[in-house]
């Protein structure tokens, strides 16, 4: 239960700073803004609900991608634990409207951010367990 916490609040820290600090990320406000019958019409309440999607992505289908490009990661020695990283966020991207992130850069940048806040976090929690 802690994992999947601290995944949402990452994902959701990580997506408000890479809005805030990378220049081609941004989340756009739309009129008819609805998720699950619920109005949206703030830019915090849709960096909150993509953010909270972002983290179920992250803790559900992640592990079952990073599972199939076990092979993969072995023969770059873990590097392309980075494209896995970069293709949640891209899936976010596709499956929500109202966030943009092209490719290359602002993605790369994104993820970073969304995996240190992450890494951090998941060190906080750990080290609180002890």
Excluded: C, H, Y
Excluded at 29 to 40: A, E, H, P, R, T
Excluded at 49 to 63: K, T
Excluded at 65 to 93: E, H, R, Y
Excluded at 98 to 105: A, G, N, R, S, W
Aim: net charge positive; proline share 4%; charged share 10%.
């Amino acid at each position: 239960m802690k994992k999947l916490f601290s995944q949402i609040v990452a994902a959701v820290l990580g997506l408000w700073l890479s809005v805030m600090f990378v220049p081609e990320v941004s989340i756009r406000l739309f009129s008819d803004s609805n998720f699950f019958g619920i109005l949206v019409n703030q830019q915090w309440q849709i960096i909150l609900i993509l953010g909270i999607a972002l983290g179920l992505i992250n803790f559900f289908v992640r592990p079952v991608i990073g599972f199939i490009a076990f092979p993969l990661k072995i023969l770059t020695l873990g590097l392309f634990s980075i494209v896995v990283n970069m293709a949640m966020i891209w899936l976010l991207d596709v499956i929500f409207r109202e966030i943009t992130v092209p490719l290359i850069f602002p993605l790369l940048w994104t993820t970073f951010i969304v995996w240190v806040l992450n890494f951090i976090i998941q060190k906080v929690l750990v080290k609180s367990e002890d």
